[in-house]
């Protein structure tokens, strides 16, 4: 038992909307999410945030001021767990590529000096012929 989220639409809006319910008391409280994404991104940031159960918070009027709180700091670039590990997978990934690309430009350079000896070399034996 606990926290669940309900989603549905209104009538007459094809918008996905989302609520808060809880499972123990089969009663719904806090506002409306924008979408079930929102709600599960709010309940990750009220662990870490509010410290506390989103149903206790509703009780004491807090929990709309929490949800304020939240869509703050998600416009301030606040992210969920999962986010951040997608960000982490990605700049790992740029700085592989980064790397490689730093190894074939070295090892261009090298080729290409070795071709300008090897050139030289031919050239030196031409002289030498001639």
């Known amino acids: 038992m606990g926290v669940r989220i309900f989603v549905g639409h209104q009538d007459?809006?094809?918008r996905e909307q989302a609520v808060l319910f809880c499972s123990t008391t089969d009663t719904v409280f806090?506002?409306?999410?924008?979408?079930g994404e929102e709600a599960e991104m709010f309940l990750e940031w009220c662990e870490d945030a509010c410290k506390g159960d989103p149903r206790s918070q509703d009780a004491e009027g807090a929990l709309r001021g929490n949800?304020?709180?939240?869509?703050?700091?998600?416009?301030?670039?606040?992210?969920?767990?999962?986010?951040r590990e997608y960000d982490d997978m990605v700049r790992e990934e740029l700085e592989d590529a980064a790397?490689?690309?730093?190894?074939?430009?070295?090892?261009?350079?090298k080729a290409q000096a070795y071709l300008a000896a090897t050139q030289d070399e031919e050239q030196a034996l031409v002289d030498t012929v001639d």
């Open 67 to 83: 949800v304020f709180e939240y869509r703050e700091a998600r416009e301030k670039g606040w992210k969920t767990q999962s986010e």
């Open 30 to 35: 806090g506002p409306f999410f924008e979408d």
């Open 12 to 14: 007459g809006d094809d």
């Open 99 to 109: 790397a490689e690309d730093r190894h074939a430009q070295a090892m261009s350079t």
